[in-house]
Structures are given as C-alpha cells and as structure tokens.
C-alpha cells in the first residue's frame, strides 16, 4: 500500500491520521503531519422513535358562506329608483347633487345600463327612502329534471345558434 500524501510503499502496517478533516492512510514518517485518528469511529446511535399515536385528525368547522348573507339588488331597482325620485319631485341633475354623483350615472341606474356600486346605493336608499336589496334566500333551487339531481346545463344559460 502507497502513503496517501508522499506516495511511498508503505511496507509495516499504515497509520490513519486526520490531516485537515481529511482521515488519510500514511506511512510512519508523515503521520507527524495531523492527529492520529481514534481506533473505534465514533458510531452514530440509533435513536428510537417513540412510539406515536394515532390521532384522528380534527373535523373541519364549516365554513360560513359570506355570499348567502349578503344582500342582493333586487331585479328592478332601476325602475324603483326612478318611481322613488319622480315621487320626490327630483330631476336626475337634482337628485345627483344631493347624492353628491353624476346625473347621468342616475340615468344610466334607472336604464338598468349599469348596476350601482354599494356606496350609491347605500346613498339612493338613504335619500329616497326605498330599499334596493334583499336577503338572499335560504331555498334549494329546483331542478326541472326530476330526480337526476343538478347539471350544468340547468345552472348555464345555453346560447343556441
């Protein structure tokens, strides 16, 4: 066997030592350049694991659906808002100052061209004295199917060409 750092033929039994974290097989007259290294290696135990036990894991809460409490705009609220302003005796220009917001976003709302964020309905509700949404409710929707249960095609409007 060769010495791992001079490369000489090592003729007696080679010495391991430790030279700069490196464990080298070297001849008698280089082993003056690192630690002898120990006989035994240390032997990394074999940890036990404990034993685990099993543990079902914890049911999920349900979840509060936001959207089933929330409000929503009734399908006619243009029609509401303008019956409600003409009642008043307000022009949509009138009516836009004290609700501080454009006459023609009111006309755009009774035309049903856009839907009014919550902030303007909030302010239509207060100053016509109408409500504009209601409480979603709490029933199944229907299938026409009978008992084959829902499909897509019931909840999707299908476009026919």
């Known amino acids: 066997m060769q010495c791992e750092i001079c490369g000489t033929e090592v ?3 080679p010495r391991k030592v430790v030279i700069d974290g490196s464990e080298l097989q070297v001849c008698n ?5 690192g630690e002898v290294a ?23 809460r349900p979840r509060r659906d936001v959207y089933r409490e929330m409000p929503e705009l009734v399908p006619e609220y243009g029609q509401i808002v303008k019956v409600a302003r003409e009642r008043m005796g307000l022009t949509p220009e009138k ?25 303007v309905r909030i302010k239509l509700e ?19 199917r ?11 409007s299908i476009k026919k060409r």
């Open 11 to 13: 003729s007696d039994k």
């Open 29 to 33: 007259n280089c082993a003056r350049f």
């Open 38 to 60: 120990d006989k035994f290696s240390p032997v990394p135990r074999k940890v036990v694991p404990k034993e685990r036990v099993f543990r079902a894991p914890p049911k999920p």
């Open 95 to 119: 009516l836009g100052i004290k609700i501080k917001e454009k006459a023609s976003l009111i006309r755009k709302i009774e035309r049903h061209d856009i839907v009014p964020e919550d902030s």
């Open 126 to 144: 207060r100053e016509l004295n109408v409500k504009l949404t209601d409480k979603v409710g709490d029933e199944e929707w229907k299938s026409n």
């Open 146 to 156: 009978g008992g084959r249960g829902l499909t897509l095609g019931d909840i999707a």
